[in-house]
């Protein structure tokens, strides 16, 4: 592989993995099903006088999201320890890259183009026309990481960055402090799962991304902005069907990774000091979100 081709490749890892677990969150939202709650994407956990905040985070904002409703700033004031999907602290540009590149590029002599159909490359070559070494960009790829490249240039293009997104914001906000900081799990398990699907699911979702690209564009200021009225009704029924359109992606990307985080959520409920937590707002909606499993454990949650 070029040296030319390994510094474009890393200069957008960071982005990827920024977006990588919120692509299923900007599928199919319907624009004209937007309601009003005066409420924030936040809600506050109890255990008997426990507390814990629980907050969805859109990975990538702009500035006029900023600044934020006073509900999310009190429960950062009021939390001394920051749990999101990953510490951040460990997924910087040059300890990232290396990792990436090994398991989204091809090892054994196999391409991008041999692997997918031919029309599938076509339409990724059209999306990328103009891009200068697009060809030799995409040819040692695996599909998901092709996916996930279209999806971080989308949200680019529509003036959203990664360095603005709710979890990064409290992330510099706990640092700065000297609050604790965890990551519920690591950044090489995230991409683990997208490198541990079959190649053909591979496919199938990076075609919906493709077939969605225009719509996307259109449609991020408007989940944005719904996120920001805390309108979970419209979020989740937007949602769900795009998540599980692909069950097996949606099984490794949703339900077992949110049942993997509750044993640190009910740890943190037994806390005397509460925990904020953030994570992609995806994690938050439908039967086998978080708010629903900490319901069914008998927890109180209130919207704030």
Same mark, same amino acid.
């Given at each position: 592989?070029?040296?030319?081709?390994?510094?474009?490749?890393?200069?957008?890892?960071?982005?990827?993995?920024?977006?990588?677990?919120?692509?299923?969150?900007?599928?199919?939202?319907?624009?004209?099903?937007?309601?009003?709650?005066?409420?924030?994407?936040?809600?506050?956990?109890?255990?008997?006088?426990?507390?814990?905040?629980?907050?969805?985070?859109?990975?990538?904002?702009?500035?006029?999201?900023?600044?934020?409703?006073?509900?999310?700033?009190?429960?950062?004031?009021?939390?001394?320890?920051?749990?999101?999907?990953?510490?951040?602290?460990?997924?910087?540009?040059?300890?990232?890259?290396?990792?990436?590149?090994?398991?989204?590029?091809?090892?054994?002599?196999?391409?991008?183009?041999? %692997? @997918?159909?031919? #029309? /599938?490359?076509?339409?990724?070559?059209?999306?990328?026309?103009? =891009? !200068?070494? *697009?060809?030799?960009?995409?040819?040692?790829?695996?599909?998901?990481?092709?996916?996930?490249?279209?999806?971080?240039?989308?949200?680019?293009?529509?003036?959203?960055?990664?360095?603005?997104?709710?979890?990064?914001?409290?992330?510099?906000?706990?640092?700065?402090?000297?609050?604790? %900081? @965890?990551?519920? #799990? /690591?950044?090489?398990?995230?991409?683990?799962?997208?490198?541990? =699907? !079959?190649? *053909?699911?591979?496919?199938?979702?990076?075609?919906?991304?493709?077939?969605?690209?225009?719509?996307?564009?259109?449609?991020?200021?408007?989940?944005?902005?719904?996120?920001?009225?805390?309108?979970?009704?419209?979020?989740?029924?937007?949602?769900?069907?795009?998540?599980?359109?692909?069950?097996?992606?949606?099984?490794?990307?949703?339900?077992?990774?949110?049942?993997?985080?509750?044993?640190?959520?009910?740890?943190?409920?037994?806390?005397?000091?509460?925990?904020?937590?953030?994570?992609?707002?995806?994690?938050?909606?439908?039967?086998?979100?978080?708010?629903?499993?900490?319901?069914?454990?008998?927890?109180?949650?209130?919207?704030?």
């Amino acid at each position: 592989m070029s040296s030319n081709l390994k510094k474009a490749l890393m200069r957008r890892s960071a982005v990827l993995v920024a977006v990588a677990l919120t692509i299923g969150s900007v599928v199919g939202l319907d624009a004209q099903t937007q309601g009003r709650t005066g409420k924030s994407f936040l809600w506050k956990v109890q255990s008997g006088p426990r507390v814990m905040y629980l907050a969805g985070s859109v990975h990538a904002l702009s500035e006029d999201v900023y600044p934020l409703s006073p509900a999310f700033e009190q429960a950062f004031t009021a939390s001394d320890t920051l749990l999101e999907e990953i510490d951040l602290e460990d997924a910087g540009l040059l300890s990232l890259a290396p990792m990436l590149l090994s398991k989204a590029m091809y090892q054994d002599g196999r391409t991008f183009d041999k %692997v @997918v159909s031919k #029309e /599938t490359v076509d339409l990724v070559t059209a999306q990328l026309k103009g =891009m !200068p070494m *697009a060809a030799e960009l995409i040819r040692p790829m695996k599909p998901w990481m092709v996916m996930l490249m279209l999806s971080a240039m989308q949200v680019q293009q529509a003036g959203l960055n990664p360095n603005l997104g709710l979890d990064k914001y409290f992330f510099d906000k706990a640092t700065e402090a000297r609050k604790t %900081v @965890v990551g519920l #799990e /690591t950044a090489e398990s995230q991409i683990d799962r997208f490198d541990k =699907m !079959p190649e *053909a699911l591979q496919e199938q979702m990076l075609r919906s991304t493709l077939d969605e690209m225009n719509l996307q564009s259109k449609e991020l200021a408007s989940i944005v902005a719904t996120w920001r009225r805390g309108d979970v009704a419209t979020l989740e029924r937007s949602l769900m069907p795009g998540l599980k359109k692909y069950p097996a992606a949606y099984q490794s990307l949703i339900v077992e990774r949110n049942n993997n985080w509750m044993p640190q959520l009910e740890k943190c409920l037994a806390r005397t000091t509460p925990c904020m937590v953030v994570v992609g707002a995806a994690h938050l909606v439908g039967p086998d979100g978080l708010l629903a499993l900490l319901q069914r454990k008998g927890y109180r949650i209130e919207q704030q």
